[in-house]
């Protein structure tokens, strides 16, 4: 396959929503248009699962494809030293002729600033790379992170939902509150603000979407949406069950 055929890839990732978190994978209380739609236009896939409950160990195996017991990097945020031969994938997607964007800098290996430093900035990459090469960017999305939910009403509107419109917000009275948590009005009102995080990062879906629209890059563009692992109320973010390890991942891809 020629460089010019090869399709770009975007790919964006979110912080700490499980899949049962957003209305394409059957809440009815979330509400994400964007990522919804993606998902009637591509495959959702209903089985996915990360390689651990917290985010670096789970990030570094996607970046490498290795399991972090095999790689020795299932401790949070250490920096371990890769294997002679082990690449991250935006460098084996830069030697196959991508134009990549820089690795996520919260993983748990070392990279040293001349590797990091030779990827592009992702806002910089749809205009600046040359125009010979497709494109792998890469955007993380963090307004769903678990420190929402130690976020006060005013706090999080400012930082967590400052997208939203009033009348997007979600009603605490109508909040999921899982089983194995107290049904409290305390939790109900934190559950809120995370729903209301969700449909916050919904929309920086929507508009990176629409910026392949705007470039023209749409139909050569495969999307990815994937979660780096589950929520981040009690049991579920670092926590090995379901609610740690069930993520979101989405898949479009173009006709040709």
Not at 142 to 150: I, L, N
Request: with cysteine; aromatic share 10%.
């Amino acid at each position: 396959m020629n460089v010019q055929d090869k399709p770009n890839i975007l790919w964006i990732s979110t912080h700490d929503t499980s899949a049962w978190n957003y209305g394409c994978y059957g809440d009815p209380y979330s509400r994400t248009p964007h990522i919804d739609r993606l998902a009637a236009e591509g495959i959702r896939y209903a089985h996915a699962f990360t390689a651990g409950p917290i985010c670096s160990p789970s990030r570094t195996s996607i970046y490498t494809g290795m399991h972090p017991t095999t790689l020795g990097t299932h401790h949070h945020r250490s920096a371990v030293i890769r294997p002679p031969g082990v690449e991250l994938l935006p460098k084996i997607l830069m030697d196959a002729g991508y134009a990549s964007s820089k690795p996520d800098e919260d993983i748990n290996l070392y990279l040293s600033k001349e590797e990091y430093e030779s990827f592009y900035d992702a806002d910089d990459i749809w205009e600046k790379r040359p125009e010979d090469k497709p494109f792998f960017a890469y955007f993380k999305l963090g307004s769903p992170h678990a420190s929402v939910f130690k976020m006060t009403p005013e706090e999080a509107r400012k930082v967590r939902s400052n997208l939203l419109a009033d009348d997007e917000l979600h009603d605490p009275q109508d909040a999921p509150v899982p089983s194995f948590v107290p049904d409290t009005p305390l939790f109900r009102e934190r559950m809120a603000l995370f729903y209301d995080a969700i449909t916050n990062m919904d929309k920086q879906v929507g508009e990176l979407l629409g910026k392949l629209q705007q470039h023209g890059l749409a139909e050569n563009t495969i999307v990815v949406f994937w979660g780096d692992h589950g929520a981040g109320y009690p049991r579920g973010k670092i926590h090995a069950y379901d609610d740690g390890l069930h993520i979101p991942l989405i898949m479009k891809f173009p006709e040709k």
